[in-house]
């Protein structure tokens, strides 16, 4: 076998055997980038919800973290507390756009619900379900059913 025979069936061997396997390699690594990519959206969510957390503890007189409201509240207790409800949703519909899919992996469907979990928290509470109406004007319609759902749920369960 002459040298550039050799160099012939070494390409055949390099085609056969190298492609595929660079196939898989980039196949892999954009699986990788993918899962690396939507856990990394589930911890910028995650700090925006701990922040809105922050909000609540630093507004403590609108009890919102008790499961019902509790007494009356004045004008401007009642603007504060529609304006977290707001920051809320809007936090809720960031994460239904950004994670939910109809048809989930198993490491999707994990990471979503942990919000669905926060969702059916929030809408265990009277006074947030009596305000989504106002508050989901304008939102993604998908979002809309889900928290819909969540809600009338959680208030034919209390009720």
């Known amino acids: 076998m002459s040298g550039l025979e050799w160099l012939e069936a070494a390409s055949y061997i390099v085609t056969i055997v190298g ?4 196939i898989g390699v980039y196949i892999y690594d954009r699986h990788r980038d993918q899962q690396t990519d939507e856990e990394e959206i589930f911890l910028r969510l995650s700090d925006e919800y701990a922040d809105f957390m922050r909000l609540v503890i630093e507004n403590a ?4 973290l008790s499961p019902a409201a509790k ?3 004045s004008e401007e207790q009642l603007e504060r507390k529609h304006a977290l409800f707001a920051i809320l ?3 809720f519909e960031r994460a ?3 994670v939910y899919e109809d ?3 198993r490491q999707q469907a994990r990471l979503w619900q942990s919000w669905e979990d926060y969702m059916t928290e929030w809408c265990q509470r009277e006074d947030f379900r009596a305000e989504l109406p106002a508050l989901l004007q304008g939102e993604d319609p998908g979002f809309v059913a ?3 759902r969540i809600a009338e749920t959680t208030a034919r369960s209390k009720g």
């Open 19 to 22: 492609l595929p396997f660079a």
């Open 61 to 64: 007189d609108l009890h919102l």
């Open 71 to 73: 007494g009356e509240l």
């Open 89 to 91: 949703v809007s936090l």
């Open 96 to 98: 239904y756009v950004l």
């Open 103 to 105: 048809d989930m992996s």
């Open 146 to 148: 889900m928290i819909g």
